[in-house]
């Protein structure tokens, strides 16, 4: 079965080519531009993984893992952050809040797939 795959960044460019890098590898994508909207998705979609920058207008990804984290449906899905911010509190504050995974930017798609 395919894999459908949540991708909540508000960056245009990167968004669609971090998606079509996903469906190349014969994943099911499903895009958001923001947290808010991020949330819906997921809790319409009920991806098999989310992955989701920080830094984002309306809801930053920490809202959107803390949301998430409290509905029943949505708790358990894997969520990677990718982000830009690279310090260790960064990475070990998304860590302690229960993400899976903490990928900075620039990644490579290797990087990507291989999480």
Known sequence: MIKKVLLIEDDTALRENTAELLELANYKVLTAP?????????????PDIIICDIMMPKLDGYGVLDALSK????????????????????????????ADDYLTKPFSPRELLAR
């Open 34 to 46: 923001d947290g808010e909207k991020g949330v819906l998705v997921a809790k319409a979609s009920h």
């Open 71 to 98: 509905y029943n449906k949505t708790k358990a899905i894997p969520f990677i952050f990718l982000s830009a911010k690279t310090e260790r509190k960064d990475v070990r504050h998304g860590m302690d809040m229960g």
